[in-house]
């Protein structure tokens, strides 16, 4: 476990967590992150790490392979950022993984496109509570 939150991180350098291959919980929220790299996990860490969370941070955009490296992620948290859209296949990559919980609200979402969710079969959770969703 590494627990990172209620820090003042911005950014994270895309081979931060380069060599922690055995990490299976990371703890990012509370911070001030505005970006993901697209190969911050693209290390052994995408391997091992079931749980994310980036909840509470300035998350605007998530690019489309961000969370291309994941193989055995169960809880995603993305809450309370500032994501307005969602790229298309975004969650795509995920597919056929045991992500159960995925944790999308208090954000300013808009709408959500067909087969948004694409690749999320096994998803016991989703929660899109307070957004701005207008169309679905």
Request: no cysteine.
């Amino acid at each position: 476990i590494l627990d990172l939150s209620f820090n003042e991180i911005d950014e994270i350098e895309p081979n931060a967590f380069y060599g922690m291959k055995l990490l299976n919980s990371l703890y990012l929220q509370n911070n001030k992150i505005k970006f993901i790299s697209q190969n911050l996990f693209a290390d052994k860490i995408g391997q091992t790490l079931n749980l994310l969370d980036l909840s509470n941070n300035f998350l605007e955009n998530i690019q489309n392979d961000t969370f291309s490296q994941f193989t055995r992620l169960t809880q995603l948290s993305l809450n309370s950022n500032k994501l307005k859209w969602l790229e298309n296949n975004l969650f795509f990559y995920l597919n056929d993984l045991s992500i159960s919980i995925l944790d999308l609200s208090n954000n300013e979402l808009i709408e959500l496109k067909a087969f948004q969710f694409l690749g999320l079969s096994k998803i016991q959770v989703l929660n899109l509570e307070n957004n701005n969703l207008k169309t679905i």
